[in-house]
């Protein structure tokens, strides 16, 4: 049975930085070919969707081509950075795991 839709990991990889309470995502496509499900799939206004539980202000994507990556600088996602929040866990990777987590239409 054919799937049309698979969880991001299975696609791509991701890395994190954070400042203040900005966090920025880079998910790179594992294979080249799949860069354009990444690109049709993984809009600036879906990646907000799947963060919509941490109220994130913006979220804004440059895409990386020769990389076949794409990186998400997401606002107002921290609670004020890891020096101010009261959250545990929820920077860096965490917040990429759950991007990775997002299912993608891959036909």
Known sequence: MKRSFV?????AHART????SRSNI???AY??????ILQRE??????????SFRNPT????YDLPNLTALNFVIDDLLDGGVNLSLNLDSHG????????????NIE
Do not use: C, N
Not at 31 to 36: E, H, I, L, T
């Open 26 to 28: 880079s998910v790179i």
């Open 58 to 61: 913006s979220v804004r994507r």
């Open 31 to 36: 294979q080249q070919k799949d860069f354009a």
């Open 7 to 11: 969880p991001l990991y299975e696609l």
């Open 93 to 104: 990777k965490s917040l990429s795991y759950w991007l990775l987590s997002m299912e993608v």
């Open 17 to 20: 930085g954070d400042k203040g």
């Open 42 to 51: 993984l809009t600036a206004e879906k990646v907000k969707a799947h963060f």
